[in-house]
């Protein structure tokens, strides 16, 4: 799977994916995370990616010349890669979701900032538009981590087999509201606070029992 990002604030992403799962994702080749910063396909002499709305109103807008720029950029090293642009508006975020990204080869991340992006670059380049939750961040950036990290999950063989859970939360597809069950680990007695019997008890019809 590669992920491409588009960002103003490419220093945000310097160590977020040097770790755990996603570190070995991308040291096994299984992910790479290419990180475009958007004033790169800028001209002029201060790199400068916002204006003023029209209409007026408050906050500035990332204008549309160098996300054309950045997106045309990226598509032509991975053709078909999917648009997606991160904002409040957009669908909320399921597994669902996560699941059916985790089956497209390329996907190109737009993380806005200020009031959001000029509408003509929704209109023309973006595939779908995703929001992580009903509140507003001040930038893409950490839903774009958000959809990293829940998508790569997914990728074969990021997450070893015997790591896999297949009881996590969200994941029985005939009912994507049940959650993972409780875990505990040694000590079996903390200061009075002691474990569930019939996780000790080796019956595992049991337990499985209890964990549903
Ligand atoms: N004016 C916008 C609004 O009221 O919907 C908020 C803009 S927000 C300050 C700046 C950027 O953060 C957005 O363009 C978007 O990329 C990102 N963002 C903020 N909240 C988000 C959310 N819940 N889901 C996805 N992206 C979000």
Redesign the pocket.
């Known amino acids: 799977m590669i992920f491409n990002i588009i960002t103003i604030f490419p220093l945000m992403f310097d160590r977020i994916f040097d770790f755990g799962v996603i570190s070995q994702g991308i040291k096994s080749d299984k992910l790479k995370i290419n990180i475009h910063n958007l004033r790169d396909f800028t001209h002029d002499k201060h790199k400068v990616v916002d204006d003023r709305p029209f209409g007026g109103g408050p906050?500035m807008v990332?204008k549309p010349e160098p996300l054309f720029e950045a997106v045309e950029s990226i598509k032509s090293k991975n053709p078909g890669s999917r648009v997606i642009?991160?904002?409040?508006?957009?669908k909320k975020?399921t597994q669902e979701k996560i699941e059916d990204l985790s089956k497209r080869e390329n996907l190109t991340i737009?993380?806005?900032?200020?009031?959001?992006?000029d509408q003509r670059v929704i209109d023309n380049l973006v595939d779908e538009e995703?929001?992580?939750?009903?509140?507003?961040?001040?930038?893409?950036e950490i839903?774009a981590m958000t959809i990293v990290d829940a998508v790569s999950r997914l990728i074969p063989k990021v997450i070893k087999n015997e790591e896999f859970n297949d009881s996590e939360s969200f994941s029985d597809k005939t009912d994507r509201t049940k959650l993972d069950y409780k875990v505990y680990t040694r000590p079996e007695n903390y200061k009075g606070k002691k474990v569930p019997e019939i996780l000790l008890s080796g019956n595992h019809e049991e337990i499985r029992k209890w964990r549903k």
């Open positions: 906050g990332l642009y991160l904002t409040p508006q957009g975020l737009i993380c806005g900032r200020y009031e959001g992006i995703i929001s992580i939750g009903d509140y507003v961040l001040s930038g893409g839903p």
